[in-house]
């Protein structure tokens, strides 16, 4: 920790003036109250009015670095580097300031998202839950399924399970199962169809 005088404070508000975030001695915010508290104690009009004047260049000292390192913190959201010369409690402020930015950024994007994009993500995620599915017996020939046939007027198809399955979720965004090899079940054509193509299930033809 280094020695602090009234010209310490001084030039630390003189070279705060420049755009960047100037080096401070080091420990200088705590130094700096140890200098307020041993000068009040003097309790001589001096020293108090020495005090009262370094006080008002400590406050502009430090909204000063603040403004830098608000919009430091907006550069390195941004994909700029860090700033340098950040004190300890300096950096405890920048790193909160960040994180603020970046949840901000994140949750304005989640809301201003295309509707047609979240509907695509959601149906690429049930395509890779049914892709985990594997069969776990032994499976019978795939029977051939024409189209017309999965079309049924409620929309559902009869199926035979072949193999366990745990709970999954269809393209439709609904949840189904788990399920176990010989359970008959009604699912809608698009999931039926996805466990024919599969080889998890087989047709009940009527």
């Known amino acids: 920790m280094e020695i602090i005088t009234y010209e310490t404070i001084r030039n630390a508000h003189r070279s705060e003036k420049d755009d960047e975030l100037q080096k401070l001695p080091d420990g200088f915010f705590e130094s700096v109250r140890s200098w307020f508290k041993h000068k009040e104690n003097m309790k001589d009009t001096t020293s108090l009015l020495e005090v009262e004047n370094a006080k008002k260049l400590l406050d502009k000292v430090i ?43 994140n949750n304005m994007n989640e809301k201003f998202r295309n509707y047609d994009d979240i509907v695509e993500e959601k149906i690429n995620e049930a395509k890779s839950s049914m892709k985990d599915l594997k069969p776990q017996v032994e499976l019978k020939p795939e029977k051939i399924i024409e189209e017309q046939k999965l079309i049924k007027p409620n929309g559902k198809l009869m199926v035979k399970i072949l193999a366990d399955m745990p709970r999954f979720v269809g393209s439709n965004m609904q949840s189904y199962g788990p399920m176990k090899a010989g359970d008959v079940v009604s699912l809608p054509n698009e999931v039926c169809k996805i466990l024919l193509d599969r080889k998890v299930a087989e047709n009940i033809l009527e």
């Open 63 to 105: 909204s000063r670095r603040e403004k830098k390192i608000v919009l430091s913190a907006l550069r390195t959201v941004r994909g700029d580097m860090p700033p340098v010369n950040l004190s300890n409690e300096e950096r405890v402020f920048f790193d909160k300031m960040v994180k603020i930015l970046k949840d901000f950024r």
